[in-house]
């Protein structure tokens, strides 16, 4: 093997590495803060958060970051210890797609015109999204040419005795597993090990006996991404990561078992992935039997562990058992039944419940300066999770106001009910723009490494500083119902404080202020989005001033 071999080889796995990395980064960006969602949504039963986790991973074509957004969901209370069992176990299975995926030798053929066609997506987009779908294409490509590189110069270990006697040497199940634990806890991916392992097959230097001990250490020594992203996280968030090397630890038991076993003059589990892919898949192609021996792994594992779920989980409290684990996140003050009982309760409890998103929007409104001050990105994860909340006491309220609604109400009972949920609405309307529209540009600005000028991050401070002063008057006026403060928030609402802002920042951009030409798009949608809060929160006093009607005393509860 020539010293060119070798560079090809290292340029190969790091274009490889390179394209999985960046194709994770690309396709998460595209789907933007929707993964959470769509994992909060989708996770109310075993069966459901076993597809969400095989989903999202197939998506984000990373297990280790299925779990560690797992992990952070549990360490912030919006999902239980329970349910993120089936995420994990879902996101174990997801991972095996894109060895699948890579096993098709001829793929790589088309390495450089994926390649081109991602550049061209790259350079002809002109929104954020149209570039992230250009990125994910080019890095896709850039995986398979890594994968034809890794290939080509591997071809004369076909002949390398030393090699030859190494690769013997991992068809001990031990040292192959050992092999695959440490290689994959260095690069952080089981399949990135895996595809690997296929680029030797290609080449014709591995053989499936040897490759499937690799990838059963492979398959934990992924988990230490899960570890190391729980370290910041509380002990339940570290549960959820620890429960993972469990499950991979008793999925690798079992095929090591299988692996022990003689059959035909073969082990079983050999056999049986050789008989699968020669009977049902019409191939004797070792690439694609690797890739169906790591797809059987988890498989396997859950075919046993999902029955013994609970048997499982009770052993595993017993080594790592709960600390003060924090309840879910969710409605406090309402249920349905309470509609059943009084009319009047259930409009206080609404509105208590409202106050507490009202708590929420209001801390998110505090941080949103220290985003713009700090370049610190986990200010806009704590944002995202506070959104996070917000949106789920919002599907709470709302259905319960929708069904209190249909009651038998009187007239100022169901103006009030209908006032709610407008209130509602708009709360949850400016923690969407806090969160999906504010947060962008502020990860914008630590991405880009953008500086403010001096006057207009004054400014913005400013326009912030009268927000946060509108927002706590709303508050007190919603909370003590105040309609002399909400007619005072009606009166001294500005619309056009927009165009006052905007206009300073536009004569410093003729003078050729460096700094505010650098960050005059961040500067002005900033204004604009301050501006749409200030317009929703002038709208919710509107709602307030007209609110005359308070639920009888005797029923408020504390």
């Known amino acids: 093997m020539s010293i060119w071999n070798i560079f090809t080889l290292f340029g190969g796995l790091t274009i490889f590495l390179f394209g999985m990395m960046e194709m994770n980064k690309h396709l998460t960006a595209i789907a933007g803060t929707k993964m959470k969602g769509i994992m909060l949504a989708l996770t109310r039963g075993r069966a459901r958060g076993y597809l969400t986790g095989l989903g999202i991973t197939i998506v984000n074509q990373s297990s280790s970051a299925t779990t560690v957004l797992e992990a952070a969901l549990v360490g912030a209370g919006l999902m239980t210890f329970q349910q993120s069992l089936a995420v994990t176990l879902g996101a174990e299975l997801g991972s095996t797609f894109l060895p699948q995926l890579v ?125 190391l992203g729980s370290l910041t996280l509380n002990w339940e968030a570290k549960r959820s990561a620890y429960i993972h090397i469990v499950f991979q630890l008793i999925g690798v038991i079992w095929v090591f078992i299988l692996l022990s076993i003689p059959f035909r003059g073969d082990r079983f589990y050999i056999w049986f992935v050789k008989w699968f892919t020669q009977t049902v898949l019409q191939t004797d192609s070792v690439a694609r039997q690797i ?142 723009v806090i969160d999906k529209n504010v947060m962008v540009l502020a990860a914008k600005k630590i991405d880009q490494n953008l500086i403010f000028s001096e006057e207009g991050f004054h400014e913005l401070e400013h326009y912030l500083y009268k927000l946060m002063r509108s927002f706590e008057n709303l508050i007190k006026s919603f909370r003590e119902d105040d309609n002399v403060l909400a007619d005072t928030l009606v009166k001294s609402y500005k619309n056009k404080e927009e165009e006052k802002y905007k206009k300073l920042h536009l004569e410093r951009l003729q003078k050729g202020l460096e700094e505010s030409l650098a960050t005059s798009s961040v500067h002005l949608d900033l204004i604009s989005y301050f501006s749409r809060i200030n317009s929703q929160i002038a709208y919710i006093a509107k709602k307030l001033r007209k609110n005359t009607y308070i639920p009888e005393a005797e029923h408020t509860v504390s």
């Open 103 to 227: 096993a098709f030798p001829s793929i790589t053929k088309f390495a450089s015109f994926i390649i081109a066609l991602g550049f061209i997506f790259l350079i002809t987009m002109k929104t954020k999204r149209g570039k992230d779908i250009g990125m994910t294409v080019f890095t896709f490509g850039l995986l398979f040419l890594g994968m034809d590189m890794m290939s080509s110069s591997l071809k004369p270990l076909r002949s390398f005795e030393p090699f030859i006697i190494l690769m013997r040497n991992i068809e001990t199940p031990i040292l192959g597993i050992f092999l695959g634990l440490f290689f994959t806890m260095i690069i952080q991916s089981s399949g990135a090990t895996t595809g690997i392992t296929i680029a030797m097959a290609i080449a014709g230097t591995i053989t499936l006996e040897q490759a499937v001990p690799i990838n059963l250490g492979a398959a934990v020594g992924t988990c230490i991404t899960a570890v």
């Open 291 to 432: 890739a169906m021996a790591f797809t059987f792994m988890p498989i396997i594992n859950h075919i046993i562990v999902f029955p013994n779920l609970n048997s499982i989980v009770k052993l595993f409290n017993k080594i790592l058992p709960e600390k003060d684990a924090p309840k879910p996140f969710g409605a406090k003050y309402i249920h349905k039944k309470m509609i059943q009982k009084s009319i009047n309760l259930s409009l206080v409890m609404a509105k208590k419940e409202i106050l507490r998103v009202s708590d929420l929007i209001q801390a998110m409104i505090l941080e949103m300066k220290s985003a713009f001050r700090s370049k610190d990105l986990t200010i806009i994860n704590k944002i995202n999770d506070m959104d996070s909340k917000v949106d789920l006491l919002h599907s709470k309220i709302i259905a319960f106001l929708a069904t209190l609604s249909q009651e038998e109400l009187s007239e100022q009972e169901s103006e009030l009910c209908m006032s709610y949920i407008y209130i509602q609405n708009e709360l949850e309307s400016i923690g969407d």
